[in-house]
């Protein structure tokens, strides 16, 4: 609730206080002359919204002249603020509505449009805030937005994350009730608030193989080292990965964006004075040849990888098939990571051949450049670029 992000996810348990913070949330925003619209997709959880407002004020409602609608769930405030509580399984229903502070209820089982289609346009004329609360289902549109919020790092974007046991006024005896007759993925979903693997996931075991620390040099003495590194500009990271290839885990990485090349080739060259690989598998489809050929004039012992529909399935599947073998340990980071546990697969219908790509709104800049490094130590450097087509 102190959090300034415009965008806040909220992945929670079951009972573990989510409508009644934002209900605690809802009246404070509307005391400060702010509309609120409060969405859930059944009857019953905006019924429990609204009884938690009502429950939320300290002072009798008539104390504060606060006119209340129950049978339209409307609470309007003397300052002008307002409380409105609409059930919404049809997203289409929010249509036509406005608010500075948008609360989707349960949002991973409500229409994905619920947010990009409806939600976020009715928050336009004042830059309004959104908050989204969810026990989760699978790795659905909540888990990928849920995801934006963990690798954003301007500000506008947070995620947080809680089990059911975080909630203090939640009794033993109450915890035991609703997990007695639970099976152990029922479980991990509704009380740990675990995104659970689905069909569309590419790398798994990764709690397994995120182990790693950042390490140093002297560490690696005597060792092979070698690298990944895909490049961005703008919008786009740029990201390095360095692995020993003795040890097979990650030893250091680097992630960055919205600066010339110049200065990111400086980067690269920065950390493998650092660590001297004895090879870094540059994706080079993103920075072109020239670019590439100055890494190459810095003295670093850059590989060209030309990234095709044909050379990137293979690419990723040989890390996702290190992670299940847990052959590589990386460097644990909630960016690094949760771009690897958001990763989808997509199987044509028509050719049944597999594809890979971030989510819409997420990179892969990252798991790209994990998956050139150990790419790279599994095959031998036989020239100085590597193109499947």
Same mark, same amino acid.
């Given at each position: 609730? *102190?959090?300034?992000? #415009? ?10 206080? #989510? ?44 104390? #504060? ?29 929010? *249509? ?7 609360? @989707? ?38 888990? *990928? @937005? ?50 659970? %693997? ?70 690269? #060259?920065? @950390? ?10 540059? %994706? ?12 190459? *004039? ?92």
């Amino acid at each position: 609730m *102190r959090s300034k992000a #415009k965008r806040k996810l909220v992945c929670a348990g079951r009972r573990g206080g #989510k409508t009644t913070g934002m209900a605690i949330l809802a009246i404070e925003s509307a005391l400060a002359g702010r509309r609120i619209l409060e969405a859930a997709p059944t009857s019953d959880q905006t019924t429990a919204f609204w009884d938690a407002c009502k429950a939320a004020l300290v002072e009798p409602i008539t104390a #504060k002249k606060i006119y209340v609608n129950n049978s339209e769930r409307l609470m309007i405030f003397p300052n002008g603020g307002r409380i409105r509580a609409k059930t919404a399984w049809d997203a289409n229903t929010l *249509r036509g509505d406005h608010a500075d502070l948008l609360i @989707l209820d349960e949002y991973s089982i409500m229409d994905e449009s619920a947010w990009g289609e409806v939600g976020a346009p009715m928050l336009l004329d004042n830059n309004g805030d959104a908050v989204f609360i969810f026990t989760p289902k699978s790795r659905n549109h909540a888990y *990928r @937005l849920y995801q934006r919020a963990v690798v954003e790092d301007d500000g506008r974007w947070e995620a947080f994350h809680f089990t059911s046991m975080d909630n203090p006024h939640l009794s033993e005896e109450a915890l035991a009730e609703i997990t007695s007759d639970m099976t152990e993925d029922a479980y991990r979903q509704e009380i740990l608030a675990e995104f659970l %693997e689905n069909s569309g996931t590419v790398f798994r075991n990764l709690l397994a193989c995120t182990t790693a620390q950042p390490s140093t040099p002297e560490a690696h003495r005597g060792h092979t080292i070698i690298a990944g590194c895909d490049w961005g500009k703008q919008s786009d990271y740029s990201a390095f990965s360095f692995g020993c290839l003795d040890c097979h885990c990650e030893v250091a990485h680097d992630r960055f964006n919205q600066i010339d090349y110049a200065f990111q080739v400086q980067r690269l #060259k920065a @950390l493998a004075d650092k660590w001297n690989p004895a090879v870094i598998l540059t %994706e080079l489809n993103s920075i072109g040849q020239p670019v590439f050929e100055q890494v190459q *004039r810095l003295g670093l012992p850059a590989v060209g990888f030309n990234t095709t529909a044909q050379s990137k399935p293979p690419l990723i599947e040989n890390l996702a098939l290190a992670l299940e073998k847990s052959e590589w340990q990386f460097i644990d980071n909630k960016v690094w990571t949760a771009e690897l546990e958001a990763y989808e697969r997509t199987v044509s219908a028509s050719t049944g051949r597999s594809s890979y790509s971030a989510p819409d709104g997420m990179n892969d800049d990252t798991v790209i450049s994990r998956a050139l490094m150990v790419w790279q130590a599994n095959k031998p450097r036989a020239s100085t670029l590597v193109d499947f087509a």
